[in-house]
């Protein structure tokens, strides 16, 4: 494997990242992607960039990664709270951001609690290539369960369990000494990354720091880190949710799924309310006072606004830990903004492959506050466009691809045949 090592600039000095050829692709070529060596039993939050190889379920795309699909929704700012949202169905081809325990094993960052149940005619190439799309290759996969030696196009055995090897990092959940989360993104084909940069409201020169990219050139197949900005939470290491952090413009549920917590727009602190998913949650009303997790209470006088709020301190214990406070301010606060919450797609372009981005969040207005804690009114849902990513190679603010990966028809032929063999179960 070809190896390229370096330090990474933008992130934690204690943090060397390695790109390694560990991926190979159907035409043969070697893709990289980033580790980030580790020590200790420690983890974090990440996300995994998966386009769905067939219409599913959010209940089953949910069950592949081992997550909650209220979870996934959220990740997505998707409507979670809707009455059967967990079995609405995902249409092929659109790309999804999916939660992750970011887990140190043997000595780098990846995620290990994936099992995946063999089904008939699968093999490791179309479980890597197809099921997973590239987030895992077949030598990883094969390393992973003692198959090395394995034929990656032979079939494997009907109902056995794979350890399904997925890349993610950490980075102590901080960019450029700011709060981010990192999203591991497989680049697809027509891909620059500029084009990347721009969709993720990043920059090139980021990118590559946190990659270790000598230039700004990145191949198909080729998994990069990409980090998202984010809102970090302060709970105390007792907190079952003891670092949560949660990505701009989306929403992440904690407290045995009676507390929301959500990032942005107008600003990138951490918010959190009460969740309306289940009806056995503790009271959220904080002590000796009227005001319930969320909520805010507003008083005038002639000196200014009297405010008193309900913050949302850790689940500890069992118990949400809640904590009043109380100031005055020149005026009374106005309303809360939540993250655009959307109804999960009935349709996507195919011919594009991100999600729609999430706007940077914008200064936060005076007086902006904490409203009544009721959810976002979410938007219905239809067909879902992707902004395109252009194709063209060497036009003005592109980056062409390395010079490797000069046979894109013969990588997507190669991937259409999987996907054809896989559908034939």
């Known amino acids: 494997?070809?190896?390229?090592?370096?330090?990474?600039?933008?992130?934690?000095?204690?943090?060397?990242?390695?790109?390694?050829?560990?991926?190979?692709?159907?035409?043969?070529?070697?893709?990289?992607?980033?580790?980030?060596?580790?020590?200790?039993?420690?983890?974090?939050?990440?996300?995994?960039?998966?386009?769905?190889?067939?219409?599913?379920?959010?209940?089953?795309?949910a069950a592949l990664f081992g997550t909650d699909p209220a979870a996934l929704l959220a990740a997505n700012a998707l409507d979670f709270a809707a009455p059967g949202a967990a079995h609405r169905i995902l249409p092929m081809g659109l790309f999804v951001r999916v939660p992750t325990r970011c887990a140190c094993a043997d000595g780098v960052r990846k995620s290990v609690s994936v099992r995946y149940a063999v089904r008939p005619a699968d093999t490791l190439a179309t479980v890597a290539d197809g099921v997973f799309a590239g987030l895992a290759s077949s030598d990883q996969i094969g390393n992973a369960n003692g198959l090395a030696a394995v034929d990656p196009d032979a079939p494997l055995d009907s109902g056995q369990t794979l350890v399904i090897p997925l890349p993610c990092v950490c980075f102590n959940s901080s960019d450029s000494n700011l709060p981010a989360v990192y999203l591991s993104y497989v680049v697809q084909i027509g891909d620059t990354v500029p084009v990347i940069a721009a969709i993720y409201e990043t920059t090139v020169t980021d990118i590559m720091n946190v990659n270790a990219m000598g230039s700004p050139v990145a191949a198909p197949g080729d998994i990069l880190a990409i980090p998202l900005p984010a809102c970090a939470s302060t709970f105390p290491k007792s907190a079952s949710d003891h670092g949560l952090i949660v990505a701009n413009g989306t929403y992440v549920l904690t407290a045995g799924n009676c507390v929301q917590c959500s990032c942005g727009p107008g600003s990138l602190n951490l918010y959190c309310t009460p969740a309306s998913l289940t009806g056995s949650c503790p009271s959220m009303q904080c002590s000796n006072n009227n005001v319930l997790l969320g909520n805010v209470s507003t008083h005038p006088t002639s000196a200014g606004c009297n405010v008193s709020s309900c913050s949302y301190g850790g689940f500890v214990n069992g118990t949400i830990t809640r904590s009043l406070n109380i100031g005055l301010q020149p005026r009374c606060p106005g309303p809360h903004q939540f993250p655009l919450l959307m109804d999960p797609p009935t349709t996507v372009n195919h011919d594009s492959t991100f999600l729609p981005p999430l706007s940077a969040p914008a200064p936060a207005e005076a007086g902006e506050a904490i409203p009544p804690p009721s959810s976002p009114v979410p938007v219905k849902g239809g067909s879902f466009t992707l902004p395109k990513v252009s194709t063209e190679n060497g036009s003005a603010g592109s980056v062409s691809e390395a010079p490797s990966m000069n046979k894109p028809h013969q990588m997507l032929s190669s991937f259409i045949t999987c996907l054809l063999l896989y559908s034939r179960m």
């Open 1 to 61: 494997m070809a190896e390229v090592s370096g330090s990474v600039a933008a992130v934690a000095a204690v943090a060397v990242v390695m790109v390694v050829a560990i991926v190979v692709l159907p035409c043969g070529v070697e893709a990289k992607t980033t580790i980030e060596p580790c020590s200790g039993s420690d983890s974090c939050q990440a996300l995994l960039g998966y386009t769905l190889y067939a219409d599913m379920k959010v209940s089953e795309v």
